[in-house]
């Protein structure tokens, strides 16, 4: 976003008898140029947080509905319906989760559980033609299971590699960045029953836009890698990888899907040169193997990565608008990491050194970053904020499926959400967008390098409250992130006036 911030900020988640049936599923979806991806290793952040900076990118009339789904004990054993008709042998308990929902769309949600797990992904177009799935396989519900279920990350990727292999994915091929408190993993699913998962060291950071970035795999090694026991044999059978002429396997070779010839409009070299060039300081050119992780120029504090995501190439070769005098930059000839599809961003810290209602927080932007602000969003929060989302907080996995692909009623009270105030003024933006940044900087910005400023104070007052008093300190939590909605509301308000 917003000059002044951006440079402030550089230098410092019923039983299903009724579930919905394959007809509520749309078809596997996911864009080949959709979605970007940073994770932080907890010896890599400034503050030994992992963190998880993403942008969620795609296309239609998507509502960007925040929740924070309560946890819930059935009694009993649940069987579930995945979608298209499998079904699923769940436990008794569902987790507590927040949910980034990105409404109708199959392979676009974000969660963080109570247990401080964070699902997140990417599309990652594979090779693989072939359709190998069980009763109409695994699609949207992957992520939602390991957010209702999972206490680590490592648990969830093992149970994503079960899902995957007992029913088969639905999607082309994704990379879901699977997080804790303690480490983070990238897993690439092939659609099928291949997967791999990687894990990012702990002083190092990872970049991922939508091309699989796992290469050198060592299945042997439990504690870096885990995967499908076939996913060598199988690569080989399918003529993807033959280890006379190629050597060491290599994961993104044998299964990612060839990209255009020239990489400077393929849409993702770009985006991962950047990312990597601006964490390492170092110069790198287009073309050059990019590593899987890398060691950054300095420790990294999540509010820098709010201007990573807000990146248009600025002050490089590739800035197609000369500085925005020709016009927008999130509609060019080079695909921007910040771009036209980007529908919601955020950063996320998960410290293993904070109080429970501090462990897990957000920096949420609910459109385009650009043209917003990112506000503060804590999952021990005792409530979301007015006007952050729509929709019960009970667990109920028949409605909660039903509401997520049937939104007619939660768009007919669209007028009830932040987002629609914070689109609308994405609308005006993009129509003049030099005048409108220097607005939106004067008046989003100023506030959010405000909230960024006082969060370290904030939050050691919170964490000695706790110490004394936990009821209390949830309150003034709680009501400080109600406050940050309701003035940056406000904001949006004045820049919507003519």
């Known amino acids: ?41 907890k010896a890599a952040s400034a503050d030994g947080a992992v963190i998880v900076a993403h942008n969620e990118d795609d296309s239609g009339a998507i509502l960007v509905n925040l929740r924070k789904i309560k946890a819930r004990d059935y009694g009993a054993p649940q069987t ?59 699609g949207y519900m992957l992520r939602r299971l390991l957010a209702e279920g999972a206490k680590s990350a490592r648990e969830a990727v093992a149970l994503a590699g079960t899902l995957v292999e007992t029913y088969g994915y639905t999607g082309s091929g994704r990379t879901y960045t699977i997080a804790d408190k303690n480490e983070a993993w990238m897993m690439a699913v092939v659609r099928g029953r291949h997967w791999c998962a990687e894990r ?57 899907r060839p990209g255009r010839p020239d990489l400077v409009t393929d849409g993702n070299t770009l985006r991962h040169w950047r ?78 050194d904070a109080p429970e209602p501090l462990a897990a927080s957000l920096w949420i932007a609910v459109a385009k970053p650009d043209t917003t602000l990112y506000l503060p969003l804590y999952y021990g929060v005792a409530g979301l904020p007015p006007g952050a989302g729509l929709g019960p907080d009970d667990h109920d996995y028949a409605r909660l499926y039903k509401e997520h692909f049937e939104d007619a009623a939660l768009k007919a009270r669209k007028d009830q959400l932040l987002h629609t105030k914070v689109l609308a ?26 909230l960024v400023a006082n969060r370290a104070k904030l939050e050691s007052d919170i964490s000695a409250l706790y110490g004394r008093d936990k009821e209390e300190a949830v309150r003034r939590l709680t009501a400080y992130v109600m406050d940050a909605f309701g003035k940056a509301s406000g904001l949006y308000d004045q820049l919507l006036r003519k």
């Open 80 to 138: 579930i319906d995945l979608g298209r008709g499998a079904k699923y042998a769940a436990g008794a308990r569902t987790a507590g989760f927040l949910w980034i929902e990105a409404t109708t769309q199959e392979f676009a949600d974000s969660f963080v559980n109570e247990y401080g797990v964070l699902v997140t992904s990417d599309s990652c177009p594979s090779r693989e033609a072939k359709s190998d799935v069980t009763d109409g396989g695994i």
């Open 425 to 450: 003024v994405q609308t005006s933006a993009e129509a003049d967008y030099a005048r409108m940044r220097g607005r939106i900087d004067g008046l989003l910005g100023s506030f959010e390098h405000e």
């Open 200 to 256: 990012i060291p702990d002083d190092e950071v990872a970049v991922i836009p939508n091309h699989y970035t796992i290469r050198a795999v060592d299945l042997a090694d439990g504690s870096r890698f885990l995967g499908s026991r076939d996913l060598v044999a199988y690569a080989k059978a399918s003529g993807w990888y033959d280890e006379g002429k190629e050597g060491a396997f290599d994961f993104k070779r044998a299964f990612g």
């Open 275 to 352: 990312g990597l060039s601006l964490l390492t300081g170092k110069t790198w050119a287009i073309g050059d193997a990019y590593p899987f992780s890398f060691k950054p120029e300095k420790k990294v504090p999540a509010a820098s990565l709010m201007a990573l995501l807000r990146d248009h190439y600025e002050g490089t070769p590739y800035d197609a608008t000369d500085g925005y005098k020709t016009g927008t930059p999130n509609r060019t000839k080079f695909r921007t990491i910040c771009t036209a599809s980007t529908i919601n961003s955020f950063v996320a810290s998960l410290r293993a």
């Open 1 to 41: 976003m917003m000059k002044k911030a951006l440079l402030a900020i550089l230098a410092g988640l019923t039983i299903l008898a009724s579930a919905p049936g394959p007809a509520a599923v749309p078809a596997a979806a996911g864009g080949d140029l959709s979605c970007y991806t940073i994770v932080v290793g």
